[in-house]
């Protein structure tokens, strides 16, 4: 494992144990070269995921990146990690389910809509906001609407 600081090769494992969920095996390094700590995480695949973009393109499934995404709509928003995680990989593993190896975009993107719904209305509306490729004030408004017709319901 490289180190993100200074790109050394030589990392040492300090600690590990599994997540809460158990879904994974959390370890904590230590760079040798610069002294940079950093935590890495280690998973089971059961199957190797194509995502099949809009475009028609396919591209190999990564789940750092839809971990990106979500964060980046979780931002500020005071959301406990292990709750995200658990959304995460309830994600991953529904598309893993699927048995098919080729998922759709759009596919990940419901999934991400209703992972954030039961987890936070304000990224839910802002994720929503990208996926959904808003293009004025009305389109939060609907978003809001559907929002508040389901919790109503």
């Not at 002294?35 to 199957?47: D, H, I, M, P, S």
């Not at 990989?89 to 991400?112: H, S, W």
Request: charged share 35%; hydrophobic share 35%.
């Amino acid at each position: 494992m490289n180190c993100p600081y200074c790109s050394s090769a030589d990392t040492q494992v300090k600690d590990s144990r599994p997540t809460d969920d158990g879904n994974a095996i959390r370890r904590r390094r230590v760079c040798a070269g610069c002294g940079g700590r950093f935590t890495t995480f280690e998973r089971v695949q059961l199957r190797e995921l194509t995502v099949l973009k809009k475009s028609g393109r396919k591209v190999v499934f990564d789940r750092d990146k839809l971990a990106r995404s979500v964060s980046i709509a979780l931002r500020k928003r005071e959301v406990e990690p292990e709750r995200v995680e658990r959304m995460i990989t309830g994600i991953v593993r529904q598309l893993e389910a699927r048995g098919e190896g080729d998922i759709p975009a759009d596919e990940i993107g419901k999934l991400v809509m209703e992972g954030l719904k039961a987890v936070d209305a304000v990224a839910y509306v802002r994720f929503a906001s990208v996926y959904r490729d808003f293009r004025d004030a009305s389109d939060f408004e609907t978003v809001l609407d559907e929002l508040n017709s389901d919790d109503k319901s």
